[in-house]
């Protein structure tokens, strides 16, 4: 791919973009309540002039191409806009929460891995032994368990029964790296703080497995069907008869080239768990921004949710965009 | 695979190195949902309520029969009908060392109440300060209060409003300054929120019987919105109180030798809005038959966990002018029989009733029940309350399950909102006149005894229409380790950890 193809590739995102805000824009509008009747949904007394005047001063009684266009408009001058109900910047409140998923998207994918290649090869290599049928009961096990239902037992053994691992949070009160990143992870090591490295990584184990476990079972199977595919090509025959060990051309000549299905549900994979996983973050207390976006949705907190579409779709089209640069590099064959 | 195995054992082995230890000066509260922001004006939100309850103080506060009484008020005379006089306490210290006078309580007010007075928004809590229009500083300790038009329930509603001081006005956003027992220390957005003891507070409401700062050296509150986590947290002593008991988890923690339950009347009432503007249900006797075809004891006991107490309206028994005349409607199938033969279904009919995802099981044993007299309930189950209120405003719906809460223990906050004609709680249609006529006078007179008289009249009458059926109010749930005491549930939903301990 040349630096002509990537520039077309990344002007294409424009369109998609757009057309994303501008459908998220009308559900949000087309859903009854407005978040000043959610805000006073249930409570005491409050009258209609009342409502009238909070929806004024938010904003809210325009007409609706011109909270589209202000939105837009906004995004130009890169302000997001303000929260009807935090009545805080909305990127700001964007900012305060990605780094909790990024922390653990990264994390899941990396547990994911560790345990979907090796378990995906020598299911492919081994083909119908005993350790291919573990890891295709594995998989579809690992596939199956809900996560909120994986995530609890994992509480209630390693936090409740045992009492060996945290349930709850990013990290006890007091023990927080300096910020540098905002991982807490990277801030740690990058200030040498190994305390709170360990308590950061206690905290992480458990919804990092979880969402690691269901994301795996996946991963192991693609990677499974690639390295099939690849297995009976003749380079890798050539390569056998040529007195090479086994191991040496499974790893050497086989790999690389079975990789690229697993890249791309690797990448798209990145893309959605980058948006926060509601489920896994309410379960385990997790700060993150999926809850941001689900209880914003709630309010209907307008501005807070079109912006986090925004984002979401900007880093999955730019996971995509990236999974098809990797293509290229792990198979020069492949061109756009 | 076994490399797979190997690695994420090793990393739950390095995690799992060392326990985690429980300060015990440290009081820790799991509750559901993240504050909205720390401005004591710029919210309507429970578990901010909550939170900033304990930073700041107010005029009055609610006694122990959750009645108003001082707080940073030493004494309070009413002038005229209109005019309030508050003689303020002395040497109360805000957290950042200044001492609170009157033009900080005058400050406070006016930021509820005035039009834009904050940073150009009006705050969405001035409608519960009703008819005030402002307030001013008499002298340093005195502060006058006026309202446009007589209000029994100032005072109660004043319960709500939280004094800032005058110098940083806007800023509270970012950090609060208060005259509450704990200072606010920090708030990590959907995480949680920690204070800590303010070791110069005048001790708040002598009628509490409180006195001094707080014995707990810092208070943190961890939002955990799943209820088995939250549940999970504190059998593992990860946090000391736990709000929001869901009524499954009752029988564990009736179990567990660490954990104790804390039941409360709540303030949140539960019924079944019927669209009175068409058949069925604009027939007075087919609402009634409803009722009498409900055995809401029963509901209470086995889906609720024992914990609710059925009503005969919607106003809570803790409530102003409650009418404690009226007894709840009796299980009756048989009256409920013949009141549908007298209304001209003497072999039933078929309604849609809606209801949200939480209430199912209570709805699919009204259907049950309904079935009993013949009367068929489909039940349609929505998944947010928004779009159904709205169906139902709109008069497209036959009968909705409900509920609303009501902090101010009085009329204002629940029975106009939902049965006055046209008000905006009010989302079947109905309307008395008598009803209406009897809201007037009642908000219009100065006598509390002539306004209770009025709304028990006012209850007696909605009694007789069952535009809804009345079902309950629940009890709140909480559960803290028996390791904490000091500590009291309250029905309004704060938590209150002045006086909490931790052994």
Redesign the interface.
């Known amino acids: 791919m040349n630096a002509a193809q990537i520039l077309n590739r990344a002007l294409q995102l424009i369109p998609v973009v757009l057309g994303v805000t501008l459908i998220v824009f009308a559900l949000m509008h087309l859903?009854?309540?407005d978040p000043v009747?959610?805000?006073?949904?249930?409570?005491?007394?409050?009258?209609?002039e009342?409502?009238e005047?909070?929806r004024q001063?938010l904003g809210l009684d325009l007409p609706l191409p011109i909270q589209y266009w202000n939105f837009l408009a906004g995004i130009v001058r890169g302000d997001l806009g303000m929260s009807l109900?935090?009545?805080?910047p909305v990127r700001d409140?964007l900012l305060?929460?990605m780094p909790?998923t990024i922390e653990l998207t990264a994390a899941a994918i990396l547990?994911s891995l560790?345990?979907?290649v090796?378990?995906g090869v020598?299911?492919a290599v081994h083909r119908h032994s005993a350790?291919d049928q573990?890891?295709t009961v594995?998989a579809l096990l690992g596939v199956s368990m809900p996560d909120?239902w994986l995530g609890?037992v994992l509480?209630?053994l390693?936090?409740?029964r045992w009492?060996?691992?945290?349930?709850?949070?990013?990290i006890?009160?007091g023990m927080e790296p300096e910020t540098v990143t905002g991982l807490y992870l990277v801030d740690s090591v990058l200030t040498g703080n190994w305390a709170a490295f360990?308590a950061s990584?206690?905290h992480?184990?458990l919804p990092a497995?979880t969402l690691g476990t269901s994301m795996?079972a996946l991963t192991m199977r693609v990677t499974r069907s690639g390295m099939l595919e690849v297995i009976h090509q003749d380079y890798i025959t050539f390569a056998r008869a040529k007195g090479l060990s086994g191991t040496e051309v499974v790893l050497r000549h086989g790999l690389r080239n079975a990789l690229s299905p697993t890249v791309t549900v690797v990448a798209l994979n990145i893309g959605v768990l980058l948006g926060g996983n509601m489920i896994v973050e309410?379960?385990?207390?997790w700060?993150?921004l999926g809850?941001?976006v689900v209880?914003s949705i709630?309010n209907?907190d307008y501005p807070v949710v079109q912006a986090a579409v925004l984002v979401y779709a900007m880093t999955y089209v730019t996971m995509n965009f990236l999974a098809d640069v990797l293509y290229t590099v792990l198979n020069p064959r492949v061109r756009f | 695979m076994r490399l797979g195995i190997i690695a994420a054992s090793l990393l739950i082995a390095v995690a799992a190195a060392a326990g985690h230890a429980q300060d015990a000066d440290t009081i820790v509260v799991g509750i559901t949902a993240d504050l909205q922001n720390l401005d004591p004006h710029n919210f309507r939100h429970r578990e901010t309520e909550t939170v900033l309850r304990n930073i700041y103080d107010g005029l009055v506060t609610r006694g122990p029969d959750m009645q108003p009484v001082p707080e940073l008020a030493e004494s309070i005379v009413q002038i005229d009908e209109t005019t309030w006089e508050f003689r303020l306490r002395r040497g109360v210290k805000f957290h950042d060392g200044t001492e609170m006078t009157a033009r900080d309580v005058a400050f406070s007010i006016n930021r509820y109440v005035k039009e834009g007075a904050m940073g150009g928004q009006t705050s969405p809590r001035k409608d519960l300060l009703g008819p005030v229009t402002h307030a001013e500083a008499v002298d340093d300790y005195t502060v006058r209060v006026y309202l446009s038009a007589p209000w029994s329930v100032f005072l109660p509603y004043l319960v709500h409003h939280m004094i800032v001081p005058a110098s940083v006005g806007d800023g509270l956003v970012e950090h609060p300054i208060g005259t509450g027992p704990f200072r606010f220390v920090e708030w990590v957005r959907g995480s949680h929120v920690v204070l800590e003891r303010f070791d110069d507070y005048y001790g708040g409401a002598p009628d509490l019987g409180r006195s001094g700062p707080a014995p707990a050296k810092r208070v943190i509150f961890r939002i955990i919105p799943e209820n088995a986590t939250r549940l999970a947290a504190l059998m593992a002593g990860e946090i000391d109180i736990m709000a929001n008991v869901p009524v499954h988890a009752i029988a564990d923690i009736e179990r567990h030798p660490d954990l104790e339950l804390r039941p409360v009347m709540g303030t949140r009432s539960y019924f079944t809005e019927f669209n009175v503007r068409r058949p069925p249900f604009d027939d007075v006797r087919v609402r009634q038959a409803l009722n009498y075809a409900i055995d809401v004891d029963l509901v209470i006991d086995q889906l609720l966990g024992g914990l609710g107490q059925p009503l005969p309206t919607i106003l809570s028994p803790l409530s102003f002018g409650y009418n404690d005349e009226l007894e709840p409607y009796p299980y009756d199938p048989e009256r409920a029989r013949q009141l549908l033969a007298e209304a001209g279904y003497p072999n039933g009919f078929e309604f849609e009733l809606s209801v949200e995802n939480k209430r199912r099981d209570v709805a699919e044993a009204y259907a049950f029940m309904l079935a009993q007299v013949g009367v068929t309930a489909n039940i349609r189950v929505w998944g947010d309350y928004n779009t159904m209120v709205e169906a139902m405003r709109r008069g497209e719906l036959d009968a909705i399950m409900t509920d609303w809460g009501d902090s101010t223990m009085d009329p204002t906050g629940i029975f106009i909102p939902k049965l006055r004609t046209g008000d905006r709680g009010n989302f079947g249609g109905y309307s008395n006149p008598a009803v209406d006529a009897l809201i007037e006078f009642a908000e219009s007179t100065t006598s509390l005894e002539a306004r209770a008289e009025a709304y028990r009249y006012a209850q007696k009458l909605v009694y007789e229409d069952a535009p809804m059926l009345f079902e309950y109010i629940t009890q709140e749930l909480y559960a803290q380790r028996k390791s904490l005491s000091g500590w009291d549930p309250i029905p309004d939903s704060r938590i209150n950890l002045h006086t909490a301990v931790k052994q």
């Open positions: 859903t009854p309540g009747e959610v805000m006073f949904a249930g409570e005491s007394g409050v009258s209609e009342d409502l005047r909070y001063e109900v935090q009545r805080q409140l305060s929460r909790a547990i560790i345990i979907a090796p378990a020598l299911a350790v573990v890891g594995g909120f609890l509480i209630m390693f936090g409740v009492g060996i691992l945290p349930i709850s949070g990013r006890p009160w360990r990584l206690r992480l184990a497995l795996a309410s379960v385990f207390a700060p993150g809850r941001l209880e709630y209907r």
